[in-house]
């Protein structure tokens, strides 16, 4: 592009709209300042390059910022001109405006972010199961390592019944680098199996998942299996010793009514669950 006249009072300009750029630079040749007849005096007719960030409109249009995010001028007179304008952000648009008056613009490049290596995200153990009786919690944790991140680590827990919870919802790039622990508690309120799982995300990275497994564990005598070792466990321990217990109960009673733990449930057992009810034994 170029603008050879030496009595040229209005730039020639050109304009591009770019992004995924870091960095900006023109080179051209700057003519005389003046004329022979001195018709503009000594004034000053500069190369320049202007740099406008512009914002993505949800109906795909463009709006242009009026305020300068980065400008260099060369006023020179018969020289090369070389101008530079770094610290551009690569997911932002800009609008890019070179203007000469007198010379010519011989190249504008556009600087792009050097390719860098896909995030790597490990996690170990991936698969945790934890123990605990009802209102009480049980702890364990497991180690988060991550190269190459381009933002933060997010921990995203899943889990339909709220039994599960981990001490952090986010891993930064550094923590990630050095390995970040994790901890996840396991606080059940009624009886049963739980499962839940951690994801870990991250941008340009494959999703990391950690399976949670959480088991209710029972003290022995509570043989209905509510969290609580009362009457209501002697009674149904005294049922399935004379056969009167639901099917259903069998495992439950089996299990945890089997005090003296010589393999067979009977009324030395029910003697057993009695005196823990009445605080007379701890034996579990």
Not at 107 to 114: D, G, H, K, V
Not at 208 to 229: F, K, P, Q, R
Request: one cysteine or more; glycine letters at 8%; aromatic letters at 8%.
């Amino acid at each position: 592009m170029g603008n050879g006249s030496k009595y040229a009072s209005s730039p020639s300009t050109v304009t591009f709209y770019v992004t995924n750029i870091t960095a900006v630079k023109l080179l051209g040749l700057n003519g005389s300042k003046t004329t022979t007849s001195g018709l503009f005096g000594s004034s000053s007719y500069p190369t320049y390059l202007e740099i406008y960030e512009c914002t993505r409109n949800a109906d795909g249009s463009l709006t242009e910022g009026t305020t300068t995010v980065g400008k260099e001028t060369d006023d020179t007179t018969n020289a090369s001109v070389n101008l530079f304008i770094a610290s551009l952000h690569a997911s932002k648009i800009y609008k890019v405006v070179a203007a000469q008056y007198r010379g010519f613009l011989y190249e504008i490049a556009f600087q792009t972010p050097l390719p860098t290596a896909d995030p790597l995200v490990d996690a170990t153990p991936t698969e945790l199961s934890l123990l605990s009786r009802i209102g009480s919690t049980d702890e364990a944790t497991f180690q988060v390592t991550a190269t190459d991140l381009k933002e933060h680590l997010t921990v995203t827990l899943t889990d339909d019944n709220g039994v599960f919870s981990v001490n952090k919802a986010s891993i930064s790039a550094e923590e990630a680098l050095g390995g970040a622990e994790i901890l996840v508690s396991f606080s059940p309120t009624t009886g049963g199996t739980y499962t839940g799982t951690i994801t870990l995300t991250t941008r340009d990275a494959a999703p990391v998942t950690i399976s949670l497994t959480g088991t209710v564990a029972y003290e022995m005598g509570d043989t209905n299996m509510d969290g609580a070792v009362d009457i209501s466990d002697a009674v149904l321990a005294v049922n399935y010793v004379l056969g009167s217990a639901d099917a259903s109960a069998e495992y439950g009673v089996t299990t945890y009514g089997d005090m003296n733990a010589d393999g067979t449930l009977d009324i030395s057992d029910v003697v057993l669950i009695v005196s823990r009810i009445l605080g007379a034994s701890d034996q579990e």
